[in-house]
């Protein structure tokens, strides 16, 4: 059986994903260099996105299992490596943008609707503004939360007679 060319061994390699960063290696940009020798040997450089990426044997054991049971490879050699700041920042963009689209939607109903109450200046009546609309709109039957993000300490317990 003859060797698999390097396109081949690229489109296997887009099976093994980083667990990390839920994409493949080849779209992240971690398969750097693929060569294929006429006796089968596959050598592969991988660049991780840190030098002791904790990972890397998971990452190895994936590409090892997914080429070496390949018609036509008789080893592989992986060449690892470290990415350096620009193509760090460049493959956490992608994994953002693969996570965004890969993203389930959300718990929250679309009628939902969230209100903040804010100032720049403390003693305005934001607390007190903040438990009459939620009585207000708990008495209409409506499901309310508060969230209560005061720095010098919360109110809302006591306004709403929790505490």
């Known amino acids: 059986m003859p060797p698999p060319s390097a396109d081949d061994v690229r489109n296997l390699l887009r099976a093994v ?3 990390e960063l839920g994409a493949n290696i ?3 940009g971690m398969a750097t260099d693929v060569a294929v020798s006429a006796d089968g040997v596959v ?4 660049k991780l996105t840190i030098k ?6 998971q990452i190895k054991n994936d590409i090892e299992s997914r080429l070496e049971t390949h018609p036509g490879v008789s080893k592989v050699k992986i060449e690892w490596g470290e990415m350096t700041s620009d193509e760090r920042s460049a493959v956490m963009t992608k994994a953002r943008w ?3 689209e890969n993203a389930t939607d959300t718990a929250v109903p679309v009628t939902a609707r ?3 109450i804010a100032s720049g ?9 903040t438990a009459n609309l939620a009585v207000a ?3 209409q039957g409506r499901t309310v939360g508060v969230l209560d993000a005061d720095i010098w300490g919360f109110s809302m317990p006591r306004m709403l007679g929790m505490a």
Do not use: E, F, T
């Open 17 to 19: 994903i980083d667990p």
């Open 98 to 100: 693969n996570a965004r």
């Open 114 to 116: 969230v209100l903040a």
């Open 43 to 46: 050598a592969i450089g991988v």
């Open 121 to 129: 200046k403390g003693g305005v009546g934001k607390s007190s503004v």
């Open 137 to 139: 709109l708990a008495a």
């Open 26 to 28: 080849v779209d992240l």
């Open 52 to 57: 002791g990426c904790p990972l890397r044997a």
